[in-house]
T-cell receptor, first 114, second 111 residues
């Protein structure tokens, strides 16, 4: 059974550009959540996808968007990048979207916006 | 809105000493609480998960307690080792989909 994987590991973008981050969920998991972790802070919830539909959203602007594919892998897209978007982006998958489901985290993608 | 606080922000102890990490949350209506370990620049490793009906969980040298009514959890690490040096994050599940995290306690164990 493979764990949660994310790509790329690191990337550097310029302010105003767009970026796509990718996540492959753990085998058998149909729910993916995305978090943003700024330096020195705890992760902040961006949104969750369950069976290809957005299931919940945190306090992030619409330029943060996502997709989930039929194989339950997921993408996080960020448009019009700002310097404050520099952070570690974490993806977590779970077996289902229920409240008692454990979320398993990937290693993260480090995004630097210059 | 659920707020999670972890005190202290940083902790440095000599090897062999026991560690006590604190987590508090404002809304006691939680489903579960989870402790994670994070090494610098890395993802999160789950250490212990306590369901709301439980009072504590143990795994090896780690023990976590939960007092839901007072909004507190404590992570104990016995006989600390240099390999325990990391940031420890507390997260609570209080709605259908997201975890609410504290900012973490950064632990340094001196050899």
């Amino acid at each position: 059974e493979t764990g949660v994987t994310q790509s790329p590991t690191h990337l550097i973008k310029t302010r105003g550009q767009q970026v796509t981050l990718r996540c492959s969920s753990q085998s058998g998991h149909n729910t993916v959540s995305w978090y943003q972790q700024a330096l020195g802070q705890g992760p902040q919830f961006i949104f969750q996808y369950y069976r290809e539909e957005e299931n919940g959203r945190g306090n992030f602007p619409p330029r943060f968007s996502g997709l989930q594919f039929p194989n339950y892998s997921s993408e996080l897209n960020v448009n019009a990048l700002e310097l404050d978007d520099s952070a570690l982006y974490l993806c977590a998958s779970s077996l289902a979207a229920g409240t008692f489901e454990v979320q398993y985290f990937g290693p993260g993608t480090r995004l630097t916006v210059t | 809105k659920q707020e999670v606080t972890q005190i202290p922000a940083a902790l440095s102890v000599p090897e062999g000493e026991n560690l006590v990490l604190n987590c508090s949350f404002t809304d006691s209506a939680i489903y579960n609480l989870q402790w994670f370990r994070q090494d610098p620049g890395k993802g999160l490793t789950s250490l212990l998960l306590i369901q709301s009906s439980q009072r504590e969980q143990t795994s090896g040298r780690l023990n976590a307690s939960l007092d839901k009514s007072s909004g507190r959890s404590t992570l104990y690490i016995a006989a600390s080792q240099p390999g325990d040096s990391a940031t420890y994050l507390c997260a609570v599940r209080s709605d259908d989909y997201k975890l609410s995290f504290g900012a973490g306690t950064t632990v340094t164990v001196r050899a």
